[in-house]
C-alpha cells in the first residue's frame, strides 16, 4: 500500500491518497530515500496535497536523514528552480519549525534568500525567522545573498535587520572579516 500511496502523492491524485489513508496506509510513510509524503508534496510545491495530508496528520516537522524537512524542501526545489511561498505558508500554519537548520547550519531562510526566493523570504520573515541566524561560517542569510545580487531580497533582509536593530548604524558588524561587499539600500517610504 506505501508504494501506491508515494505514486499518488507524486503523481497529485489526492482522491487516491484519501482512499488509501482511508483505508490505512501510514501518512508518514517515506520514500526509499527517507522523504515523507509532506516532503514530497511540498517539494512539487503542490498546495492542496500539502494541507491533505496536514489534514490526515502528516508531522509537519519530519526531516529525513539529512535534516531536510518539508518546509525546507518548500522554500527551494533546484530542479524546478524555484521555492514555494504558498506552501511554507501552509506548512507554517501546521507548526513548521523556521529555525530548524540543515547540514552547516543553512535554515529556510538562508535557502530561500540564497537562490533569490523573495516571496519565499518575505513569507518567513513574516512568520518570526531569524534574520540575524549565523550558519556554521558565521554567515546570515544576507551576508549569503549579497554576492548573488539579488537585490530584492538583499533590500527585504536590509530592512528586517534594521528592524531587528543590526545593520548600518548599528554596533555589530554583518560581514565576515576581510569580505568586500556591496550594498544595496532601498530607501525608506515616505509616509
Same mark, same amino acid.
Given at each position: ?37 509532506? @516532503? =514530497? /508534496? $511540498?517539494?512539487?510545491?503542490?498546495? &492542496?496535497?500539502?494541507?491533505? %495530508? #496536514?489534514? +490526515? *496528520?502528516?508531522? !509537519? ?48 531562510? @538562508? =535557502? /530561500? $534568500?540564497?537562490?533569490?526566493?523573495? &516571496?519565499?523570504?518575505?513569507? %518567513? #520573515?513574516? +512568520? *518570526?525567522?531569524? !534574520? ?60
Amino acid at each position: 500500500m506505501t508504494a501506491e500511496l508515494l505514486e499518488a502523492v507524486k503523481t497529485g491524485d489526492i482522491d487516491a491518497v484519501h482512499k488509501l489513508l482511508a483505508a490505512g496506509a501510514d501518512v508518514n510513510s517515506r520514500d526509499s530515500e527517507g522523504s515523507t509524503l509532506l @516532503m =514530497l /508534496a $511540498a517539494h512539487a510545491g503542490n498546495q &492542496a496535497m500539502v494541507s491533505a %495530508l #496536514l489534514d +490526515a *496528520g502528516a508531522e !509537519v516537522n519530519a526531516s529525513d536523514e539529512r535534516g531536510w524537512t518539508a518546509l525546507m524542501k518548500a522554500a527551494y526545489n533546484a530542479d524546478l528552480d524555484q521555492g514555494f511561498a504558498d506552501v511554507v505558508q501552509v506548512l507554517i500554519d501546521a507548526g513548521a519549525d523556521v529555525e530548524m537548520p540543515i547540514g552547516y547550519g543553512i535554515r529556510p531562510l @538562508m =535557502l /530561500a $534568500a540564497g537562490y533569490g526566493e523573495t &516571496a519565499v523570504v518575505e513569507t %518567513l #520573515l513574516k +512568520a *518570526g525567522a531569524d !534574520v540575524t541566524a549565523r550558519n556554521e561560517g558565521g554567515l546570515t542569510a544576507l551576508m549569503m545573498v549579497k554576492q548573488k545580487h539579488y537585490v530584492d531580497v538583499i533590500n527585504m533582509l536590509h530592512e528586517a535587520e534594521r528592524e531587528a536593530g543590526v545593520g548600518e548604524g548599528s554596533c555589530s558588524s554583518k560581514n565576515a572579516p576581510g569580505s568586500n561587499v556591496i550594498t544595496f539600500l532601498k530607501p525608506l517610504s515616505k509616509s
